[in-house]
């Protein structure tokens, strides 16, 4: 039996959310799995250097194990929907797991996925009209052709039942992981001048970041307090609304954008904080919850979609609507230490409901039952 992966976004140099999912499942399956015939299909890049052309794989930056092997596949545009699917035509596994919710034309029967959420339903504003159309059609399109999906929540598991009618039975919720604590214990005080209030991942309009900036506004001007507003991460749709909240608000000079960080740099944010707000306007899990809480972080997020189910006791819960609601919650964690250490004893304990072992092991269970 040959178990294929679509591997083509585990490996890219600067991850994010759906990419970092990817790394992480593959990296643990490599135990359950190790036993096992895996391809790992990942997108080849030609260069031409005069008249000589060199093939460049991705830096599988792993072990594999001696039954796993790498396939390159070369497409200039459409990989997934053109490329892998030639490639199933002509050499199908048996079995194929696409970690990113694009399950390609052509596929075989046993074939599975993860949704990570339908964010573009909710958030139509944080869209383009077109991502919009794409998302539904192929997110709808990977739903019928799996045999099963892997939801990365009960919300998502919701939303998938109610919005695209997908049979109950047929999902299968499976929780992501949280980083190792070593990470945190390792890593060194960081660079960047403290106290401040970190909102980590893309910089865009469904991340809420125009009124991360403003209630930052409404806690310097009302309460005094003496931080600066770290905004960490890639730019995103809408990030000229975003930056233009920035350049009028009256602390623009202590707001930091830091661009994307890496894993190391995240943790050194994060370990440093006094208060992590994430208040999405909507998520299929809201990850950086759970990396937060797992540094010791006390966070601030929303009360909507999957935040209250993944954040659970270890968080404080705002109208993601209201600055208003966003500011005093972080000024309930800032004024009262009682609070606030409750919060992060309650995030620390939240966060042992979830694992990347757990996670893959889940995973390959689906796969090979």
């Not at 993944?310 to 609507?321: C, R, S």
């Not at 919650?329 to 409901?353: A, F, Q, Y």
Request: hydrophobic fraction near 40%.
């Amino acid at each position: 039996m040959v178990i294929g992966i679509d591997a083509s976004r585990a490996f890219l140099r600067n991850r994010t959310g759906i990419e970092e999912y990817a790394k992480q499942v593959i990296s643990h399956l490599r135990g359950p799995l190790r036993n096992e015939r895996v391809v790992l299909y990942v997108r080849k890049r030609y260069l031409f250097q005069g008249l000589k052309i060199s093939v460049i794989l991705p830096d599988i930056d792993m072990d594999l194990p001696a039954s796993w092997s790498v396939r390159g596949l070369w497409a200039p545009r459409f990989w997934t929907h053109v490329r892998l699917s030639i490639e199933m035509l002509l050499h199908s596994p048996d079995i194929l797991f696409v970690p990113a919710h694009t399950v390609p034309l052509i596929h075989p029967t046993r074939s599975f996925v993860t949704v990570h959420g339908l964010e573009y339903e909710f958030s139509k504003g944080s869209y383009s009209f077109w991502e919009r159309i794409y998302m539904r059609s192929v997110i709808r399109f990977s739903c019928r052709a799996a045999m099963g999906i892997i939801s990365v929540s009960e919300n998502t598991k919701r939303d998938l039942i109610r919005l695209y009618g997908v049979s109950e039975e047929k999902i299968r919720v499976v929780y992501e992981g949280k980083p190792e604590r070593r990470q945190y214990v390792e890593s060194r005080e960081s660079e960047i001048e403290k106290p401040y209030l970190l909102f980590i991942g893309r910089i865009e309009e469904r991340k809420n970041i125009s009124r991360i900036v403003e209630a930052f506004g409404i806690l310097k001007g009302s309460h005094g307090i003496p931080h600066r507003l770290i905004l960490a991460g890639k730019k995103g749709y809408g990030y000229a609304d975003i930056k233009q909240a920035i350049e009028v608000s009256g602390y623009r000079g202590e707001i930091v954008e830091t661009g994307y960080v890496s894993e190391k740099k995240k943790v050194e944010l994060l370990r440093n904080a006094d208060v992590f707000l994430f208040p999405s306007l909507y998520e299929g899990f809201g990850l950086p919850v759970v990396e937060a809480q797992a540094a010791g972080v006390p966070v601030v997020t929303s009360r909507i979609s999957s935040l209250p189910e993944i954040g659970g006791m270890g968080a404080l819960y705002t109208d993601p609507m209201s600055v208003e609601s966003i500011a005093d919650r972080t000024w309930d964690i800032l004024s009262n230490p009682g609070l606030r250490d409750g919060i992060i004893v309650k995030g620390r304990e939240n966060v042992k409901r979830f694992g990347w072992e757990k996670c893959s092991e889940e995973i390959s269970d689906l796969l090979l039952r």
